[in-house]
C-alpha cells in the first residue's frame, strides 16, 4: 500500500518538476518538488498515515515537504487529481473536481466555476462559508451544510488557531497582481513564453496559450490568458488573465481584466478589488502632474 499511494503521488510531484522546468519556471521551485517526490520514494510507510494523523502539518514534518507542497499532497491523495498538474498539461477541467462533491452535479459546478471563478474544493469550501454558495440560486441552506461537512471530511483539515498571515500567505498588493499581469502580457506579446494547447475549447489542438511562472518576494506566480467558455464568448482571451499564486490555505487565483465601465474603463483591474484598484490608479494620479486615471493604464 505504502508503495502504491507513495510512487503515485511521488510521479505527480516529478512531471509537475518536470513541466515547470520547461514552462521557465525558478530552478529552486523545480528542484523543490524533485526532492519531494524522493522523499516519498523513500518513505515506509504510507503518506496516508501522515496525513491522517496530523493533516497537513503531519506532512510538513517529512524532509523536504513544505506547505504547498504538503496541499499538493493532501489535494492529491484526497481527490485523486491535481488542478495544479492538469492545469499545467493544459488539461484543467475544474468543473469535473467541483462536480466530485456530493449536492453538486455537472450543472451547478458550470455555474460555481463561470459565476464565482471556483476551481478548486479550497475555493468552494471559503465560498460555503463566507456566504457566496448561499447567495446563488439552488443552494440553500441544506446543500450548503451538506457541502460543508463533505469538503471537512475530504480536506482532512487538522484546525488549529489561525496565526497572524505573514510571508506568502498574505494577500497580494493590487499593485503586486498588476505587475505580474503587466509581466505576463508583454512576454506574451513578445513571443518569448512556452505555449500549451489547452484540451477544452481547442478542438484543433493548437498551442496558443502562452503561460509564465514568476515571482514576487517569496510569493510564487503562474499567469494564463482565461479560458473558460465565458472568455470565449465575451473575445477576452487574450484580454482576462488568470494569476493563481500562493496563498493563505493553499493555492488562490484572481481575474485581471480591462475594465470596461466607470472610472476605471479601460484600465487593467483585479476583479473584485475594484475599490482597491480605483485607489491605486488615483494615487498614480496624484503622483503625475496633469495627470488623469486614463493616462496610466
Not at 8 to 22: H, N
Not at 112 to 118: G, M, P, T
Not at 161 to 182: F, I, M, Q, S, T
Not at 251 to 261: A, D, F, K, L, P
Request: include cysteine; aromatic fraction near 4%.
Amino acid at each position: 500500500m505504502a508503495e502504491i499511494v507513495n510512487v503515485r503521488i511521488a510521479r505527480m510531484l516529478e512531471e509537475t518538476a518536470s513541466i515547470l522546468q520547461d514552462q521557465g519556471a525558478n530552478p529552486y521551485r523545480v528542484q523543490a518538488y524533485r526532492n519531494a517526490a524522493q522523499t516519498l520514494l523513500k518513505l515506509e510507510r504510507p503518506v496516508t498515515e501522515f496525513l491522517d494523523a496530523q493533516g497537513v502539518d503531519g506532512l510538513k514534518e517529512l524532509p523536504a515537504v513544505g506547505e504547498s507542497i504538503a496541499r499538493f499532497i493532501r489535494t492529491a491523495v484526497e481527490t485523486g487529481r491535481l488542478p495544479m498538474l492538469e492545469r499545467l498539461r493544459g488539461e484543467s477541467e475544474p468543473e469535473l473536481l467541483l462536480a466530485s462533491v456530493p449536492g453538486i452535479g455537472r450543472k451547478l459546478a458550470e455555474r460555481l466555476h463561470r459565476e464565482l471563478d471556483i476551481d478548486t474544493l479550497e475555493e468552494l469550501e471559503t465560498a460555503a462559508h463566507d456566504g457566496r454558495l448561499a447567495r446563488l440560486v439552488g443552494f440553500g441552506a441544506k446543500r450548503v451544510a451538506g457541502i460543508v461537512d463533505t469538503l471537512a471530511s475530504r480536506l482532512g483539515r487538522v484546525r488549529r488557531p489561525a496565526a497572524p498571515a505573514r510571508g506568502p500567505a498574505e494577500e497580494p498588493a493590487v499593485a503586486e497582481l498588476l505587475d505580474v499581469d503587466r509581466e505576463y502580457r508583454e512576454k506574451a506579446a513578445a513571443g518569448t513564453l512556452r505555449k500549451i494547447a489547452p484540451r477544452r475549447m481547442n478542438p484543433g489542438g493548437e498551442a496558443w496559450l502562452p503561460v509564465l511562472h514568476t515571482a514576487r518576494g517569496p510569493r510564487h506566480y503562474t499567469a494564463l490568458y482565461s479560458n473558460t467558455p465565458r472568455a470565449h464568448q465575451m473575445g477576452a482571451t487574450r484580454d482576462w488573465v488568470v494569476l493563481y499564486y500562493d496563498a493563505d490555505g493553499g493555492e488562490s487565483q484572481c481575474t485581471v481584466i480591462t475594465s470596461q465601465v466607470g472610472r476605471l474603463k479601460g484600465l487593467r483591474i483585479v476583479r473584485g478589488r475594484e475599490p482597491e484598484c480605483e485607489r491605486y490608479y488615483r494615487a498614480i494620479r496624484d503622483r503625475t502632474p496633469h495627470g488623469g486615471l486614463a493616462a496610466d493604464r
